[in-house]
């Protein structure tokens, strides 16, 4: 079995008998709804509320290995938990809490990313959201692919969620490149 696979099994196994909403996003999303490219860890995204990270963060780094010093207050000031499974596999698990988040969780959708491995994934129109707002050469690469494989975009769904991120960033370059390539897709 992919050693990724077996490590976001064990993680997200371990944030499901929890009962917390997480989904799996970046390179193994891209898998699913993208053109399938290698990645080197695992990009999940665990829904918090804001002020209420510390619980979520104490138990993740009880469990598993801070791949940095003090991972704790790594975690609560960039809100993403660096940690290794039991394999060694790095995960990056991003500390959720923007209504656009929330609505990835009660969106995200069960994938068989290998026989007996279902996890909660986001859908291709939350990738793309995620992958255009990162804004870097590799994330739009993503994206595109998204738009090849993927001919039932919900445009309106990315538009709207892209707008209001973009907005917190101040990023209408951000929003202007998406519609440019949502338009052009076939």
């Known amino acids: 079995?992919?050693?990724?696979?077996?490590a976001a099994q064990?993680?997200?196994?371990?944030?499901?008998?929890?009962?917390w909403a997480f989904c799996v996003i970046g390179g193994l999303a891209v898998q699913c709804w993208g053109e399938p490219r290698t990645t080197t860890d695992v990009d999940m995204t665990?829904?918090?509320t804001w002020g209420e990270e510390k619980p979520y963060v104490a138990a993740l780094l009880d469990r598993f290995e801070s791949?940095?010093?003090d991972g704790r207050a790594f975690a609560l000031s960039r809100r993403v938990v660096l940690i290794r499974a039991s394999n060694g596999r790095h995960l990056d698990i991003a500390l959720g809490a923007l209504p656009f988040?929330?609505?990835?969780?009660?969106?995200?959708?069960?994938?068989?990313f290998a026989p007996g491995i279902i996890l909660p994934c986001c859908t291709a129109?939350?990738?793309?959201?995620?992958k255009a707002f990162a804004d870097r050469p590799r994330d739009w690469?993503?994206?595109e692919s998204v738009?090849?494989?993927?001919?039932?975009?919900?445009?309106?769904?990315?538009?709207?969620?892209?707008?209001e991120l973009c907005a917190l960033k101040e990023a209408p370059e951000v929003l202007a490149r998406a519609k440019h390539l949502l338009e052009g897709r076939s």
């Not at 988040?101 to 068989?112: F, L």
């Open 1 to 6: 079995m992919n050693a990724l696979f077996e």
């Open 141 to 143: 690469l993503d994206a």
């Open 147 to 163: 738009i090849a494989r993927q001919s039932h975009l919900d445009s309106a769904h990315i538009l709207r969620h892209l707008e």
């Open 46 to 48: 665990l829904l918090t």
């Open 67 to 69: 791949r940095v010093p």
């Open 10 to 19: 064990e993680v997200g196994a371990f944030m499901a008998e929890r009962e």
């Open 101 to 112: 988040e929330a609505e990835m969780m009660r969106r995200a959708t069960p994938v068989e």
């Open 125 to 130: 129109e939350d990738l793309f959201v995620m």
